[in-house]
């Protein structure tokens, strides 16, 4: 195994992409205790969950992102033990709370000095994007509670807004070096990438993570894979040398670097193809989540393993944005309360344990979305019944153990988890930390999937998932 410090990040970061290293020294900080990692002229990167570039300009320091509030005193060390230049301008490429919360240490230091504080430059939608955050904050507790397996996590109300905004494109001069702002709708609305010509530089933010695109996230707002893939096809017109992500490692040399953005975008264009063919043939929504099918061999390469989003979400997604919420299904338009139809098939079948029981014998068959449906309708149909909590808890736990991504398994783990505590007469939070993993996430990590795991088809050595806070 690499050593995890700095002097042999760049080594490392080679190893992941030949498949000889995995993700999880990276996604962990493990090599972010070490300072900023050199990454050619004028460029130190800050390796943690969420990447920082910095590029000293000759008058001033610009970042590129300023990661999490876990992080943010970590990378103003990291910084400083760099550079003494001021902290003239920090860009963000999008709004996720991961990308935005590192900027207060500069800002205190800018005070305290008696000097202005960095200009936070970004696309127009971020300042949007941070007041349905405030808005919706109660609902994004929930889902991110329930995405991350973090029963205690509070979602943030108080955000560092941009002084600058832009629209669709923004050249930022400073010091030697020029900083291109390109808008590209892909996992957000607000995505800024941004290319710094006189090093050959290439910052992507979370167009390009190491993962399968998170452009299907089931519990978020809309995606827009086909922008994203022309922004992916343009980002690989530029002629990069060194690619830095908003995630992972990395890329150096300019061949990688098209292999990498290319077959990202190949992904993407395939699923949008394929949707869009049986769209228009007029199939229903559950035909197009099972008929297609991910080009063999993407998601075998280190960068393109679903640990995080899957391809089978990005489907819906694009069934979403081009079709509606409407499945097809006539008897989903306006459909029975679930509680309601879930007793009339407990009934038809004999009560609520008839169809527990065929859950947990499909179960056992390794039909697990079929005992799935069962469990769940029998739990709705007899939502106090310990032993039908008992088979539901079982179903979950089990696909839990079999998905890769964040997202499915997450739902999962807290399905179980809620039928664990009816069977238990416990709660949620009890029966999520029951395990060393799950105590682990519940003290506020966030886990980042499965990285680089056999049961995925990968075909790399399994590891466990990446951390993150998120409550500031």
């Known amino acids: 195994m690499t050593e995890h410090n700095s002097s042999g990040y760049m080594e490392y970061a080679d190893q992941v992409w030949s498949g000889e290293e995995s993700l999880l020294a990276h996604f ?8 900023l990692v050199p990454v050619g002229e004028r460029t130190g990167f800050f390796p943690a969950f969420a990447n920082v570039a910095v590029f000293d ?21 990291s910084v400083r033990g760099h550079s003494s230049a001021p902290v003239s301008t920090v860009v963000y490429t999008h709004g996720h709370v991961d990308h935005v919360f590192g900027v207060g240490p500069f800002d205190r230091e800018a005070a305290e000095a008696g000097v202005g504080r960095p200009e936070v430059v970004a696309h127009e939608a971020v300042a949007a994007r941070f007041d349905r955050y405030r808005e919706t904050a109660g609902y994004n507790t929930w889902i991110n509670r329930r995405q991350f397996g973090v029963p205690s996590l509070v979602w943030p109300e108080e955000y560092r807004y941009p002084d600058t905004t832009y629209r669709d494109r923004l050249t930022v001069r400073r010091g030697d070096l020029t900083f291109e702002l390109v808008h590209a709708r892909g996992e957000t609305d607000d995505h800024t990438y941004v ?10 933010g979370d167009l390009f993570i190491w993962n399968s695109p998170n452009a299907g996230n089931p519990q978020k707002v809309q995606r827009y894979p086909v922008e994203w893939a022309k922004a992916l096809r343009d980002m690989q017109d530029l002629g990069a040398e060194v690619l830095l992500p908003g995630h992972g490692v990395p890329i150096l040399g300019n061949g990688r670097i098209r292999q990498a953005l290319g077959d990202t975008a190949e992904l993407l264009e395939s699923l949008c193809d394929q949707t869009r063919d049986l769209m228009n043939a007029g199939a229903r929504l559950d035909e197009v989540l099972h008929g297609v099918k991910v080009p063999p061999g993407l998601l075998d390469k280190p960068y393109l393993h679903p640990a995080y989003d899957e391809p089978e979400f990005v489907v819906r997604n694009l069934w979403r944005l081009w079709g509606g919420w409407y499945d097809q299904n006539p008897a989903n338009l306006k459909p029975a309360p679930e509680s309601a139809l879930a007793a009339e098939l407990a009934d038809a079948a004999g009560g609520a344990q008839a169809l527990a029981d065929r859950a947990e014998q499909l179960l056992g068959r390794g039909e697990l979305r079929l005992a799935a449906h069962l469990a769940e309708t029998a739990a709705l149909a007899a939502p106090a019944d310990r032993e039908v909590a008992r088979i539901r808890a079982e179903v979950f736990a089990r696909r839990a153990e079999r998905e890769t991504s964040t997202m499915a398994r997450g739902v999962f783990n807290w399905a179980a988890a809620e039928s664990a505590a009816v069977a238990a007469g416990t709660d949620v939070a009890t029966e999520l930390t029951r395990s060393d993993e799950g105590r682990r996430r519940a003290a506020g990590a966030i886990s980042v999937g ?12 399994a590891d466990a998932g990446a951390e993150q806070e998120v409550r500031p």
């Open 57 to 77: 300009t000759g008058d001033g320091l610009v970042l590129i992102d300023s990661g999490d509030f876990r992080t943010a005193s970590q990378l103003h060390e």
């Open 195 to 204: 290319w710094i010509p006189e090093l050959r530089t290439l910052c992507t």
């Open 28 to 35: 962990t900080g493990k090599f972010a205790a070490g300072g």
């Open 450 to 461: 499965v990285v680089d795991d056999d049961s995925c088809g990968c075909g790399a050595p």
